[in-house]
Each structure stands twice: as structure tokens, then as C-alpha cells.
């Protein structure tokens, strides 16, 4: 059983800044392409960014293109999510993924 535990949630202004971070419970490094959702109230989750190891793949959903970056630090075991230029449309928990694993989510507040 993997364990993932996100920090770095908070409530910010419009054009705001967070840094997200995932602790995992093992070295998944080299087993689990790892990526970040959200989701929104009503609405269903959403795929964010992933990441992989062998060649540090790296993919975001076109709606945090640009805005959002994704990195890892395999020696920490922990994941990263960037979130720049924050607007109210991006207000959800936020959860960490790898393979079925997920953590219990952070929640991003923000406010015009």
C-alpha cells in the first residue's frame, strides 16, 4: 500500500501563486508515471500533469498549459505542482496520483 500526502493548499488572490507538494511512503520512482488532478464542487475530476521517470515525460491538460509545472524529486519521493497566474476558475482540491494510489487531496482557494 502506497501512501500519498499532499501539502501547500491554501486560499490566494487572483494572479497568485501556490507550490504543491506529494509525499509518497515508499520509492515509487522508478514503478509509477505520477500526476496531479483537481476537482472542483459539481464538478468531476480533472486531469492536471504527470510525469514519468525513465525519460521524464511530461504532459498538462491545456487548460494549465503555460501556468502549471510539474517536477519530482525522486531522492524526497516527492511531487511537485507549480501553480502561477491563479484565477477563481482553478479553486478545487487538488490530489496526487500514482498508478491506483491517490492522496487525501489539498484544497486551493481562489478569491477575485
Known amino acids: 500500500q502506497v501512501h500519498l500526502v499532499e501539502s501547500g493548499g491554501g486560499s490566494v488572490q487572483a494572479g497568485g501563486s501556490l507550490r504543491l507538494s506529494c509525499e509518497a511512503s515508499e520509492d515509487i520512482s522508478r514503478n509509477y508515471i505520477m500526476g496531479w488532478y483537481r476537482q472542483a464542487p459539481g464538478k468531476e475530476r480533472e486531469f492536471l500533469a504527470r510525469i514519468g521517470w525513465i525519460d521524464q515525460m511530461i504532459e498538462y491538460a491545456a487548460s494549465v498549459k503555460g501556468r502549471f509545472t510539474i517536477s519530482r524529486d525522486n531522492a524526497k519521493r516527492t511531487l511537485y505542482l507549480q501553480l502561477n497566474n491563479l484565477n477563481p476558475q482553478d479553486t478545487a482540491v487538488y490530489y496526487c496520483?500514482?498508478?491506483?494510489?491517490w492522496g487525501q487531496g489539498t484544497q486551493v482557494t481562489v478569491s477575485s
Open positions: 496520483n500514482a498508478d491506483t494510489y
